[in-house]
Each structure stands twice: as C-alpha cells, then as structure tokens.
C-alpha cells in the first residue's frame, strides 16, 4: 500500500497554538477554530437521484465511476444483481452493522461538530455513525484494534495565515470490515487496510456551508479517489437532535449468511423469489 | 406527578451562577476539568453486572422502592430469567438502554463541556449522545420522547470561588421500554421520570466523578436516589472501543419469541420446547 506519510509524525511539528494546562489539558481559545456549532445536514445535489451516493455529484450504482479494480468490479456487479433480486448484496448495514468510513460522512442525519483542542468529535446519530478525530498532537499507536470508524487523527491548518485555524486535516486508518461506500453497495478491500486523507473547511463566501474532501485509498482501487461531500448548516437556533436506534423497527433479520424480513404480522418472510427456509434443525419439531 | 419543578423554570433565577445564551466567549477555566476517559468506578465485593446502586448487591437486593404493580412485573422478569437464561428486551435486542441506565457506564465515557452544552458520550448498545443544554433554555413545548430523554443543566459555584463544580441536570421525555438495570428492573412504561442529577469532581481526588442520580417514576413509591462514581483513566492514549451491538447479541425476535442464531448459522431455541417460527411465507419444501 503507497501513501503512507502519516498526520501523526509531523503533527507535534505544527504549533497548535494551546497552552498545557493542569492534567494535561488544553486550554481552550474558542476564537482560533472556525464556527462549526449547529446541526448540519447534507447537500443534496439537484438531478441527482435515489439514495445518497458515495460521490455527492452522481447517481448511484454504476453511475458512480468508482475505479474499481477488475476483482472488485467483478464483486460489484455480483451485488448488484443480487440486490435486484431482493437481496442486500455488499451492502452490510442493514442488520444495524455500522456503515464505517467512509459511508458515515454521507451523513444520513442531521450533525454536530464538537470542537475542542484535543478531540473534534463528529456526532452522527444514524445507525453508529460517530467519530473522534485525535487532534492532540499524538502519533499512530503502535496496535490499534480495527473499528468500522477507523482511527483519526486531525491536525488543524491556518492556511491563509490570520491566525485562525481554517482546514482541519484528517487521516484514518485502522478500518474493521465489511464495509461499503454507499447503499448500493460499491465495496471497499476486504482487507481492511483503507486509508482516509480529509479535508475539512468552510465555504468562504459563506460560512453555512461546509465540505469534507475525502481522498480514500483502498486496495479495491486502482488509483486514489476523490470526492467532496457538501453540508449546510441548519439555521436553528435549538436543533431537534433525533435518537435513531436501528434495532427499533428493523424489519431485515440474518440467520448464517442469508438476510430474511419480518413481517408486520410477526413472521418470517423471505426477501427474494424462491428463497429457502431457514434450516430449523436445532428445533425438535418443525410444524410448517 | 410530583417534583416536576423545571430547572428550565428556575435556571436563572440566581443570576449570578448562570451563563447567558451562547453567544459568551468560552473561558474554560470557569469549569470542572472533565476532560479524558471515565469508567465506572468498581466497587469492592461487587460480583455480576453492575447494579443501578452501586452500592447494593444487583436484583432484589438493591430493594427499588417499586410500587406492588412494578415489583410484580420485575419478579415475573427474574422468574423468566431463571427459567429461560434470557432476561428482559434489553438484555436480548439492541435497544439503547437510555436513562438512567446508561449512566452505569458499561463502556468508557467521554464528557466534553462546552458554554451552551455539556456532551456525554457512551457507546454501548447504542451510541449515545447524551446532550444536556446549559444555555439557559427553557423546555420545549414539544418534545420527541427519546430513550436518553431531553436533559436541561446548570452550572453551580457553590463554593464560590469564580470557578463552577456542580452540573445539576434535569432530564424528561422518555420513550421506552427503559430498565434501571441488566437485572431487570423496571421503569414506568408511561414514560414519565424525571431524572436529576448532581454531577461533579470530587473535592480530593480530581480523577474521580460522582453523579448523585435521583429518579422520579410512577413505578417508584417515592423518588429513588443513589450515587455512580467514576475514575479518570489516567492514560492520556486510551483506546475508545467501538460497541457494534449486532456483533455481541446473538438473538432474533421474531413476533413474541426470540430465538438465537448459533455460531454456525442456525436458529436455535432459546428454552425448552420452544416452537420454531412460522414459516408459512415460505414455499413448502419439495419432498
């Protein structure tokens, strides 16, 4: 895997402009970091059509280009057909599973950005979409155990030099699988070892809206991809925050490696044409 | 319902001790240091998981003052529980366990204060977001009931010495069903409590947290408080583990049975003579 210069060697390099307090916290200057505060929601792009896609500015399924290797087109197709037929394909949340990085920055929900010196935390309440973003100067940890989030470190940037930070830089590693970038299902390497560079800054003729580039590199790749995600901040004052909770009224249900449905009468139902019964072989007696 | 007065009501009656709305520059010195990892303080002797006290041994021996209606639905809990190794819906589906429960901690807790609001963040079962707002708002007159409920809070100098010690929370509007523990024990299916909080460092040890959790419920004969205690992890890298509650509990409810999928695929049983699921949506199977 190439691009591998990581965020956290060179991040105690770049002055983060706190001071060390008591127990090792940062005291916290509010009017260095940009004015992230509120709810924020997705951009939806006009003509574009469906479910969320991984790139905002095309339609989903194919449509995306993903430059997927011949292997992982291969995967791709077998999904989408498999998808047609009813099925979930390679899309794995529907069992509440967490969509991971980087499907969590579609942002199926309203969000919230936490700033402090130490920690940005992207409060998503989807199906377990949050993340942390170390901006503490640390380095890589020698083990990290594999989440669907991955492990993030941040590091802030003033780039037009007026003393306030304006693009926070994002790199993530230490993804958990299985994981795929949008609801149809386009994959990410079963081996896990995806690597997330962000950048994350505010329009500046309009500070209501923000954007998150997002480069992944994936051994499913032949070549990094690009894309930037849009948000708008919602302008209310006291925002609703929802509770999702995706095992309340999840109807999809997986027993060994087949998804099934149940019903609203309380029984279960297949999801495709023909699909077999579960095997009740642990049951003594099977009555249907 | 008693003890409904609002902290929303009351929050700036002393104006002194209260932020204004959140245009206020933040000065974090005004604050308790909560930052880093809390986990639940363990208790000395304490075996099995985490009861709601603390301080008294899980199950019966916490002695919930639980009207007779609600004692008898937590016996029938225990006693389905001995027969069958399941406990309530809790323990058996990915439901957030919400409030007050989820302040037992059961994975690390991340506190981040901020002037307009303070954040607790658990993740286990559900990834909580708990939000108390302190800036100075009064209730809603509408409110999405939530298992994690709506929290109003306040920041008190007692001592007064210019710096704040206390979060007093109050949280309402809750959906259900919510239990204050994995043993079982339940709270009112109206939805009802009201929580209060006291949430503050303690004045000897500043890596340890108390919260002081009293909870007013309809299932409850008079409002029941105890206190969690917490310990800073003094490991500046701790990890954040990552709770995906599919990947931990085996069970799936079908109607009003659940059943278990065992590790090689299968639905199995989860008591004695349980009946396997209607299958009458699938095709009959060829002889």
Same mark, same amino acid.
């Given at each position: 895997m190439q691009y591998r210069s990581s965020i956290g060697t060179i991040a105690l390099a770049a002055s983060l402009g706190v001071t060390v307090t008591f127990g090792g916290a940062l005291a916290f200057d509010e009017s260095r970091y940009p004015d992230w505060k509120g709810a924020w929601?997705?951009?939806?792009?006009?003509?574009?059509?469906?479910?969320?896609?991984?790139? /905002?500015?095309?339609?989903?399924?194919?449509?995306?280009?993903?430059?997927?290797?011949?292997?992982?087109?291969?995967?791709?197709?077998?999904?989408?057909?498999?998808?047609?037929?009813?099925?979930?394909?390679?899309?794995?949340?529907?069992?509440?599973?967490? /969509?991971?990085?980087?499907?969590?920055?579609?942002?199926?929900a309203p969000f919230e950005i936490v700033v402090t010196p130490q920690m940005t935390n992207f409060l998503i309440q989807h199906i377990h979409d949050s993340r942390r973003i170390f901006t503490d100067g640390r380095d890589w940890p020698k083990k990290i155990v594999p989440t669907f989030v991955g492990y993030s470190i941040g590091q802030w940037i003033d780039t037009d030099g007026d003393g306030r930070y304006d693009v926070l830089e994002i790199e993530t590693r230490g993804l958990k699988g299985p994981r795929s970038y949008d609801p149809a299902g386009l994959p990410l390497h079963s081996d896990n070892q995806s690597i997330f560079r962000e950048r994350v800054y505010s329009d500046k003729a309009d500070p209501d809206v923000l954007y998150d580039e997002i480069t992944t590199i994936d051994n499913a790749l032949t070549r990094p991809w690009t894309v930037t995600k849009k948000y708008s901040r919602v302008r209310i004052k006291q925002p609703e925050w929802g509770e999702e909770v995706c095992a309340e009224g999840n109807g999809d249900v997986e027993i060994g490696k087949e998804g099934y449905f149940l019903s609203g009468d309380g029984h279960l139902m297949p999801t495709k044409k023909d699909q077999a019964r579960p095997d009740l072989r642990y049951f003594k007696q099977i009555q249907n | 319902m008693r003890y409904r007065a609002s902290i929303g009501t009351i929050a700036c009656t002393a104006a002194a001790l209260c932020m204004p709305a959140a245009t206020q520059a933040f000065d974090d010195a005004m604050y308790p240091e909560l930052t880093g990892q809390w986990t639940r303080a363990t208790v000395p002797g304490a075996v099995g998981q985490p009861p709601f006290d603390p301080a008294k041994p899980p199950g019966r021996g916490q002695r919930a003052p639980l009207t007779p209606e609600y004692q008898a639905k937590f016996e029938r809990t225990?006693?389905?529980?001995?027969?069958?190794?399941?406990?309530?819906?809790?323990?058996?589906?990915?439901?957030?366990?919400?409030? =007050?429960?989820?302040?037992?901690?059961?994975?690390?807790?991340?506190?981040?204060?901020?002037?307009?609001? #303070?954040?607790?963040?658990?993740?286990?079962?559900?990834?909580?977001?708990?939000?108390?707002?302190?800036?100075? &708002?009064?209730?809603?007159?509408?409110?999405?009931?939530?298992?994690?409920?709506?929290?109003?809070?306040?920041?008190?100098?007692?001592?007064?010495?210019?710096?704040?010690?206390?979060?007093?929370?109050?949280?309402?509007?809750?959906?259900?069903?919510?239990?204050?523990?994995?043993?079982?024990?339940?709270?009112?299916?109206?939805?009802?409590?009201?929580? &209060?909080? &006291?949430?503050?460092?303690?004045?000897?040890?500043?890596?340890?947290?108390?919260?002081?959790?009293?909870?007013?419920?309809?299932?409850?004969?008079?409002?029941?408080?105890?206190?969690?205690?917490?310990?800073? #992890?003094?490991?500046?890298?701790?990890?954040?583990?990552?709770?995906?509650?599919?990947?931990?509990? =085996?069970?799936?409810?079908?109607?009003?049975?659940?059943?278990?999928?065992?590790?090689?695929?299968?639905?199995?049983?989860? &008591?004695?003579?349980?009946?396997?699921?209607?299958?009458?949506?699938?095709?009959k199977p060829k002889k």
């Open positions: 929601r997705r951009v939806a792009v006009p003509g574009v059509v469906g479910q969320p896609s991984y790139d /905002p500015t095309k339609s989903g399924g194919r449509a995306q280009e993903a430059p997927l290797t011949p292997e992982y087109q291969a995967i791709f197709e077998a999904n989408l057909k498999d998808q047609a037929q009813g099925g979930q394909g390679t899309d794995p949340t529907y069992t509440c599973l967490s /969509p991971g990085m980087p499907r969590v920055m579609t942002t199926f | 225990l006693a389905d529980r001995a027969a069958s190794g399941l406990g309530d819906v809790v323990s058996t589906s990915c439901l957030a366990p919400g409030m =007050p429960m989820m302040m037992q901690a059961y994975e690390p807790m991340q506190i981040t204060v901020l002037p307009e609001t #303070t954040y607790i963040l658990i993740d286990h079962i559900h990834e909580s977001h708990r939000r108390i707002f302190t800036d100075g &708002r009064e209730w809603p007159k509408i409110v999405q009931p939530t298992f994690t409920g709506y929290s109003i809070g306040k920041w008190i100098d007692e001592d007064r010495d210019g710096r704040y010690d206390v979060l007093e929370a109050e949280t309402r509007y809750f959906k259900g069903p919510r239990f204050f523990d994995s043993s079982g024990i339940p709270l009112h299916e109206d939805g009802e409590s009201i929580i &209060r909080e &006291r949430i503050y460092l303690d004045k000897a040890d500043r890596n340890l947290l108390h919260d002081e959790i009293t909870v007013t419920d309809h299932a409850l004969t008079r409002p029941w408080t105890v206190m969690k205690n917490y310990r800073r #992890t003094l490991d500046p890298l701790a990890e954040w583990p990552e709770y995906i509650c599919n990947e931990q509990i =085996p069970f799936i409810h079908i109607g009003n049975e659940t059943y278990k999928v065992s590790q090689d695929g299968y639905l199995m049983p989860t &008591r004695n003579q349980q009946p396997p699921p209607d299958l009458r949506y699938f095709n």
